[in-house]
């Protein structure tokens, strides 16, 4: 199975191209952290290639800039290609299927000197460890009944 969910953060700004078809495409890399520190203490990070195509690729375009945080999920896929000196290469790169924003919407439009993000983030749109989810205790359940049940009602289920 060839699945990979990353988290990293833009190291510029995304290129978007389109094909002779008329299909977007999307190019940036993003620096990964490793998970620990090296001899001297200092965290190193992977710097890997990521495409995206069509709506993804306009998606990511408009809405993620240079140091902006990103989750990408996706696959690796290698490819051999001949560069200009005719020597022989190989690339491998992460091709998205699912860009997710990592900050939420106040976060976003407070930290970043650019037009607001979008009105409806995409579903999936994550939370900060250090941000807690949305509370529902405080919410108006008027129109909320509760319902009676008789013990005898449960009797003969499977739990």
Not at 69 to 84: F, L, M, T
Not at 85 to 93: I, S, T
Not at 97 to 115: I, T
Request: net charge negative; charged share 25%; hydrophobic share 35%.
């Amino acid at each position: 199975m060839n699945f990979v969910v990353l988290m990293g953060r833009l190291v510029a700004d995304p290129e978007l191209r389109t094909t002779q078809s008329g299909v977007s495409v999307a190019h940036c890399r993003i620096a990964v952290d490793r998970r620990f520190k090296d001899a001297s203490g200092n965290r190193q990070a992977d710097f890997l290639d990521v495409s995206a195509w069509r709506q993804t690729a306009e998606f990511l375009q408009r809405y993620f800039r240079k140091g902006d945080p990103i989750v990408v999920q996706g696959s690796i896929q290698a490819r051999n290609y001949e560069d200009k000196e005719g020597v022989q290469r190989k690339a491998v790169e992460i091709q998205a299927d699912n860009l997710s924003f990592v900050l939420s919407k106040p976060q976003r439009e407070g930290v970043y000197d650019r037009p607001a993000a979008p009105q409806q983030p995409p579903a999936g749109g994550g939370y900060t460890a250090n941000q807690p989810a949305p509370s529902y205790a405080n919410a108006d359940a008027s129109d909320f009944a509760e319902i009676e049940v008789d013990d005898d009602d449960l009797e003969g289920l499977p739990f």
